[in-house]
């Protein structure tokens, strides 16, 4: 086996980051205007749920935290939102590895149910 060089290593990790970033950037726009449509939508319909009057109050409050993220993700870029990533696992570290773990689980789920088919 050959051994890579840490430079060569070093660049190609710095790539892939450049190139992941990229792609978080160019989706940005697309997934902000989908979860406004999102907000408009639950905010459009939420006085028409049946359950009385808290139901429609999670349902506002639901759209007005769609509207808020589609506006985070319009006004910030990748490397930002990754700052506030790193921020929030930093200052929450037992969440965040729940988080993980459940996300960890459904993505393991998602991949194992697609093989069997």
């Known amino acids: 086996m050959s051994e890579r060089n840490p430079?060569?290593?070093?660049?190609?990790?710095?790539?892939?980051?450049?190139?992941?970033?990229?792609?978080?950037?160019?989706g940005r726009k697309t997934a902000a205007e989908r979860l406004g449509s999102a907000a408009s939508a639950v905010r459009d319909r939420a006085d028409q749920l049946p359950g009385g009057p808290k139901v429609q109050q999670f349902a506002h409050a639901a759209a007005d935290r769609l509207n808020t993220t589609a506006d985070y993700m319009r006004s910030h870029d990748a490397k930002h939102m990754?700052?506030?990533?790193?921020?929030?696992?930093?200052?929450?570290?037992?969440?965040?590895?729940?988080?993980?773990?459940?996300?960890?689980?459904?993505?393991?789920?998602?991949?194992?149910?697609?093989?069997?088919?």
């Not at 430079?7 to 160019?26: F, G, N, P, W, Y």
């Open 82 to 117: 990754l700052a506030d990533v790193k921020g929030v696992v930093k200052n929450n570290p037992g969440p965040s590895l729940v988080i993980a773990a459940a996300f960890g689980f459904v993505l393991g789920r998602a991949f194992t149910r697609d093989q069997g088919r």
């Open 7 to 26: 430079l060569d290593l070093k660049e190609s990790m710095s790539d892939i980051a450049r190139t992941a970033t990229q792609t978080v950037d160019d």
